[in-house]
C-alpha cells in the first residue's frame, strides 16, 4: 500500500499516474471504517486533506463556490449558512462534532450513498459539480455524478474539485428522520428550495430510492398553485396532493434501518413541513401557526 | 511540499503533543488511534467502535476535535496532534476538566471519560460559557453507557464555572 499526501492537484494527479488503481481519501469518515473492518485494502492511497486547491471557498457573481474539500463544520459557519442556508441545516444532521470536522461535501460525493445529507440539498440547488483529471475538467449535474448506490461516474484519476451552488437562492429548508438527533445515518431526508424570483418549487428526496430523487410533479403542481405576489398558498387542500406526490415520487426499499413504508410517510411528512416552514416563514408567522404543517 | 509514502512497511513521524515521535515499521492502513495506543505508548484515547460511533478516540488534529481511528496515520505526517495526555500540565496532573468529572462523578467505568474530556476541553476552549443545549450537541458524538450522562453534564458545567472564577 501506497499513501500519497499531495500539497496541490497537480500532484494529485501525479499519484494517480503512478498508481492509477489509488483510492481517494478525504475526511475518512466512510473510507477509515471499511480499512479498519479489513473491507479494503486500496493498492494505494491519495490523501487529499492537504491540496490547496479544494480548501476553503469564494463567491463568484452570484455563485458560492465550495471546495471539495470543506467540512461540514465549515458549511455551518456563519457565512456560509447565510448564503446556503439548507446545506447548513443539513451539515448539522450529520454525525458528531467529530465527523463533521472531518467529512467533507467532496467526500459525501464521492461516497455517493444514498442516505448522504448533503446531496437532496445540492439536488434542489440544481448544484454544478466540477471534477478534474490531467485531461481537464468537466462539470456534471448530481444526477449525472451519482448514478447508483455508491456508484459514481467518475473516471480513472478524476477528483471531485469544487461545487457550485447559487447564493442565498430563495427560501431553503431541509429535514432529516433518523433514530437520534446525533450520530444517523437519515432514514429519509428532504431539501425543498422554493425561488420566490424565479417563482418555482424544487423538491429533493434522499434516503428513499438509490440516488436523490427530484419530486418534479409535486414540484410543478405546487409551484402552480401558490399565489406568487402574496407568497401563500390560496387552497390549502393543495398540501395533500403535493404531499401524495411527493411520496409517489419516492422509491423506497426495507432495510435494517427501516421500511420502506415507513419511509414514504416519512418523505411526505418532512416535505409538507418544509413547505409549510418555508411559507410561513414569509408571512410573519411560525411553522406552527400554519394549520397544515403538523 | 507534498509527502509521498511508499512501500510495505515505512517509517515516519508524528507530533504529538508538542513532541516528535517516531513511528517505525508500521503498516500504512493503521489509523492514528492504533499508531497512538500501540506504537507511541499513549493508551489514553480508547477503542471501542472503530467507525467513529462513540467518541472514546477523541483527540485533536490541528485543533479540530476528531476521531483519530478515522484518521489515517500516516496521512497526519505533519499535523499538530493533542491527545487526553497531552491536555493536562503534568504527568501526574488533572486537567481542569478531569478534576471536575472526578469531583463530580462523571466516571463510572470510566473507559468514555477521555473522550469526553477532550471533547470538553474543545468545546470550552471556542465556547467559554455555552449553554446546556450546547454542551449536549458537544458531547453528542461520545457516548457512555455507565452514567446516564446526568453527572457528565454536571461536570462540564462545574468546569465551566471554575474556569469563570
Known amino acids: 500500500m501506497t499513501v500519497f499526501v499531495p500539497a496541490c492537484l497537480e500532484e494529485a494527479f501525479d499519484a494517480f499516474d503512478k498508481c492509477p488503481d489509488a483510492q481517494l481519501l478525504a475526511g475518512g469518515t466512510d473510507f477509515m471504517v471499511e480499512v479498519n473492518f479489513a473491507l479494503r485494502r486500496p493498492p494505494a492511497v491519495v490523501c487529499l486533506r492537504k491540496v490547496e486547491e479544494l480548501k476553503g471557498w469564494r463567491l463568484e457573481h452570484a455563485e458560492v463556490v465550495l471546495g471539495a474539500g470543506i467540512t461540514y463544520a465549515e458549511l455551518m459557519g456563519p457565512q456560509l449558512s447565510d448564503l446556503l442556508p439548507g446545506l447548513a441545516q443539513a451539515s448539522r444532521t450529520v454525525g458528531s462534532p467529530q465527523i463533521r470536522n472531518a467529512g467533507t461535501l467532496g467526500g459525501n460525493l464521492g461516497t455517493a450513498s444514498p442516505a448522504g445529507d448533503s446531496l437532496p440539498v445540492l439536488a434542489a440547488l440544481d448544484a454544478r459539480i466540477v471534477v478534474a483529471s490531467k485531461k481537464g475538467r468537466r462539470s456534471l449535474g448530481l444526477d449525472e455524478l451519482i448514478i447508483g448506490p455508491k456508484r459514481t461516474t467518475l473516471g480513472p484519476g478524476e477528483v471531485i474539485v469544487e461545487v457550485r451552488v447559487p447564493a442565498a437562492l430563495g427560501s431553503q429548508e431541509f429535514l432529516k428522520v433518523g433514530t437520534r438527533n446525533a450520530m444517523v445515518i437519515a432514514v429519509a431526508n428532504v431539501a425543498l428550495v422554493v425561488d420566490w424570483a424565479g417563482q418555482s418549487v424544487r423538491c429533493a428526496l434522499g434516503s428513499v430510492g438509490p440516488v436523490v430523487i427530484r419530486a418534479r410533479d409535486a414540484e410543478e403542481f405546487i409551484s402552480s398553485r401558490i399565489d406568487w405576489a402574496r407568497r401563500t398558498l390560496t387552497d390549502e387542500g393543495d398540501v395533500a396532493e403535493f404531499t401524495a406526490l411527493v411520496r409517489s415520487a419516492a422509491r423506497p426499499i426495507d432495510d435494517h434501518r427501516s421500511t420502506a413504508d415507513y419511509r414514504r410517510h416519512a418523505v411526505g411528512v418532512c416535505a409538507q413541513r418544509a413547505l409549510g416552514r418555508v411559507l410561513a416563514d414569509h408571512n410573519g408567522g411560525t411553522w406552527e401557526q400554519t394549520s397544515w404543517a403538523s | ?165
Not at chain 2, 9 to 26: F, K, T
Not at chain 2, 51 to 80: F, H, I, P, Y
Not at chain 2, 92 to 120: H, M
Open chain 2, 1 to 165: 511540499m507534498g509527502a509521498d509514502i511508499v512501500g510495505e512497511l515505512i517509517d515516519y513521524q508524528l507530533r504529538v503533543n508538542g513532541h516528535e515521535h517516531d513511528v517505525a515499521e508500521a503498516w500504512l492502513g493503521e489509523n492514528l488511534l492504533y499508531v497512538l495506543r500501540e506504537r507511541l505508548g499513549l493508551p489514553g484515547s480508547k477503542n471501542a467502535c472503530e467507525q467513529g460511533e462513540c467518541g472514546s478516540c477523541s483527540v485533536l488534529m490541528d485543533g479540530k476535535l476528531v476521531c483519530s481511528c478515522m484518521v489515517l496515520a500516516a496521512s497526519a505526517v505533519g499535523a499538530d496532534i493533542v491527545t487526553v495526555e497531552g491536555l493536562s500540565a503534568g504527568e501526574n496532573e488533572l486537567s481542569d476538566v478531569q478534576a471536575a468529572f472526578l469531583a463530580e462523578g462523571g466516571v463510572q467505568c470510566g473507559f468514555c471519560t477521555p473522550g469526553f474530556v477532550v471533547s470538553v476541553h474543545d468545546l470550552l476552549e471556542h465556547n467559554p460559557d455555552p449553554t446546556e443545549l450546547e454542551v449536549r450537541e458537544a458531547v453528542s458524538g461520545n457516548l457512555c453507557r455507565c452514567t446516564g450522562y446526568g453527572r457528565i453534564l454536571a461536570a462540564v458545567r462545574a468546569a465551566q464555572e471554575t474556569r469563570q472564577e
